[in-house]
């Protein structure tokens, strides 16, 4: 599905039509050097393995805005679970095929996952979204969340990372590229993720110093959900 039409299927769904053609090229640019960016990934990591710890072998997991596979979906399939990954970022899909061979991976954009769209993926029992929605304007988050919550079987499992931030759609230099990103401070993201129809287990924050002297340091928010009903 091209963009354009992508864009137009958004509209009429509630969410205002929007190109992301950029977003996608500047992933597309940046590769396994996100990676290099961001080495230490403790946070996602214990976000990860509460997520495993809850889930029975075999479990359904999706893992929105893959990136590479790592550490995320690597992770989730070395634990024996059926692992599969979106991401709108054609190279980033490439890299994720390659680095964690026994998941499967769509390139994709969040729009495509809303129930009766493309992709016809099913229900998972779990799903994470680790610094993914972030790319998205304020506007579309919430529907997007609910898009989540309608593949998770009731009382299925969601795991979120975000950055705090008060921003809305801000353009911002990233390892050489232009990039766009919104944030909530915690108390407001807690509130949208509850709106969209998720219960919060735990929730916890971590501060990060990314590599490279374009990227200030941030604040990573956790939070651990459920469906709720």
């Known amino acids: ?29 940046i590769g ?15 976000a990860t393995d509460r997520l495993i710890a809850a889930l029975p072998a075999g479990a359904r997991v999706l893992d929105v805005g893959c990136g590479t596979g790592v550490p995320t979906a690597r992770r ?3 634990a024996g679970l059926d692992v599969v990954g979106v991401d709108l970022s054609a190279t980033m899909v ?8 026994g998941a ?11 129930p009766g769209g493309p992709l016809g993926l099913g229900r ?18 919430p529907l997007a969340l609910t898009w989540i919550r309608e593949l998770l079987t ?7 990372a975000m950055v705090e931030a008060d921003a809305d759609d801000v353009p911002i230099p990233f390892l050489g590229r232009t990039i766009r990103v919104s944030g909530y401070p915690r108390a407001a993201l807690r509130a949208v993720v509850e709106g969209a129809g998720f219960d919060v287990l735990a929730e916890s924050s971590a501060s990060y110093a990314p590599e490279g002297p374009d990227a200030p340091p941030e604040e990573h928010l956790f939070l651990h959900c459920a469906r709720r009903g």
């Open 32 to 46: 396994d050097r996100y990676d290099e960016a961001f080495p230490h990934k403790e946070g996602q990591l214990a």
């Open 76 to 78: 989730l399939a070395e």
């Open 94 to 101: 490439e890299l994720a095929r390659e680095r964690v061979p």
């Open 154 to 160: 009731p009382g299925g499992l969601f795991a979120l």
């Open 124 to 141: 998972f029992d779990a799903a994470a979204a680790f610094f993914s929605l972030l790319m998205l304007p304020r506007a579309e988050i």
């Open 1 to 29: 599905m091209s963009r354009t039409d992508s864009s137009a299927e958004e509209a009429g769904h509630g969410v205002p039509p929007r190109d992301r053609t950029g977003q996608a090229e500047a992933f597309d640019a």
């Open 104 to 114: 499967r991976f769509h390139r994709a954009d969040l729009a495509d996952l809303r």
